[in-house]
């Protein structure tokens, strides 16, 4: 990612952190009418997973200028999401609502710029989580 498109997704997503709850219910109820056979892969209380949902993001989207220090994490997140039975094509209707809750939290200032830097950052998080879903399970030592 460029300087600018991570500026883009920082600046952004510090707008949706204040209405990080409303945030949180759009993109489950979105990511649930996109695909309802996702909806049983959480059991839990919901505004309790949004809240964790937003946590997340707002601890990546801030770290996005120190990638590296931030890719161990995003693996361990994507060997657990593994394990929960998250699938590839999961990842994919999981960024279009993101993507689609970001479009509908910030409006106009949701820019095409600013779609295509999170669509970016999207992309590369999504892709280090996959392939470390992937990876061989080590033994405990």
């Known amino acids: 990612m460029t300087p600018e498109q991570v ?3 920082q600046n952004s997503w ?3 952190v204040p209405i990080s709850e ?5 993109f489950y109820g979105r990511l ?4 309802p056979s ?13 809240r964790k949902l937003m946590i997340m993001i707002t601890t990546v989207v801030r770290g996005l200028h120190n990638l590296g220090a931030l ?7 994507g060997r657990r999401h593994g394990g929960y039975g998250v699938k590839d094509e999961h990842y994919a209707t999981v960024g279009g609502s993101l993507i689609w809750t970001l479009e509908q939290g910030l409006g106009p200032e ?25 990876e061989p399970k080590q033994a405990a030592a």
């Not at 649930?32 to 695909?35: A, H, K, Q, V």
């Not at 890719?71 to 997140?77: D, K, M, Y």
């Not at 600013?114 to 989580?129: E, G, N």
């Open 38 to 50: 996702l909806r049983p892969m959480f059991r839990g209380d919901m505004a309790e997973q949004g």
């Open 71 to 77: 890719v161990p994490a995003v693996q361990e997140l």
């Open 14 to 16: 510090e707008k949706v």
């Open 22 to 26: 409303t945030a949180a219910a759009l």
């Open 32 to 35: 649930f009418e996109t695909d």
């Open 110 to 134: 949701f820019t095409p710029e600013t779609k295509a830097a999170w669509i970016q950052a999207y992309t590369i998080l999504a892709d280090t989580m996959k392939a470390a879903a992937k």
């Open 7 to 9: 500026t883009l997704v």
